[in-house]
């Protein structure tokens, strides 16, 4: 149980357009789903917070027009990297919580990833 | 300002033997605290969390101290194998809006040698 998929898992886009990329957890509901960033050799960065049904909160230093985040189902949570630039390139990872997992709900389920390339 | 230190120098152990990382942290005040295990190319996965308010915690062959005082955990894995090769990741958890968010150290990482 508790599994978390992310679509795609790797995509290469030109300088200047968006990515959208999708994070699902599969058998339990996510009241609450996480983005981070990770760079080779450094520790994931929370990029946002997002409860299904409301906007997202973004951590400092993240911009928030350029990282759009829709958590429109319990299952389902978007990010979508807009007028993507080399430097966006990155590791990008969901994380969900089961909000009604009890004990358990401090627990984070990762999904695998997603690499982005921006050329 | 805010770290969380893990060693960035690779463990290299002989199989069987028990693995000892630590994570250390400064200007947190942290509810519990998280061990997570990281693949190459993967997502982190849970691994065991301690309250403020624990020790230690064990899950077999893992084993987790947390000492508020000195600001530090300790993550054992006991009987090591070849398959616990991995990043190693302490995460402290930051409450706050409702939700629980976390903040992840680099890692450590471990090599268990057959």
């Known amino acids: 149980g508790a599994v978390v998929s992310q679509h795609p898992s790797w995509v290469i886009c030109k300088s200047g357009t968006s990515v959208k990329i999708e994070c699902r957890s599969l058998d339990f509901q996510a009241t609450t789903m996480f983005w981070y960033r990770q760079f080779p050799k450094q520790s994931l960065m929370l990029m946002a917070t997002?409860?299904?049904?409301?906007?997202?909160?973004?951590e400092q230093g993240v911009e928030k027009d350029k990282f759009l985040i829709n958590h429109a189902s319990l299952t389902l949570s978007t990010l979508t990297v807009t007028s993507a630039h080399p430097e966006d390139s990155s590791f990008y990872i969901c994380?969900?919580?089961?909000?009604?997992?009890?004990?358990?709900?401090?627990?984070?389920?990762f999904g695998p990833g997603t690499r982005l390339t921006v050329t | 300002s805010q770290k969380i230190e893990q060693n960035s120098e690779a463990l290299n152990i002989q199989e069987g033997k028990t693995a000892t990382l630590t994570c250390n942290y400064t200007?947190?005040?942290?509810?519990?605290l998280q061990w997570y295990r990281q693949d190459p190319g993967r997502g982190p996965v849970f691994l065991l969390l301690?309250?403020?308010?624990?020790k230690e915690k064990r899950k077999e062959r893992l084993k987790v101290t947390f000492d508020t005082t000195l600001k530090q955990s300790l993550f054992h894995i006991t009987a090591s194998q070849p398959a616990d090769s991995a990043t190693y990741l302490c995460?402290?958890?930051?409450?706050?809006?409702?939700?629980?968010?976390?903040?992840f150290g680099k890692g450590n990482q471990v090599v268990v040698i057959p």
């Open positions: 997002s409860n299904e049904g409301s906007k997202a909160t973004y």
């Open positions: 200007n947190y005040s942290p509810a519990y």
């Open positions: 995460a402290l958890a930051r409450p706050s809006y409702g939700n629980n968010r976390l903040a």
């Open positions: 994380s969900a919580v089961d909000g009604l997992a009890g004990e358990s709900a401090y627990e984070q389920y």
């Open positions: 301690i309250r403020e308010n624990e």
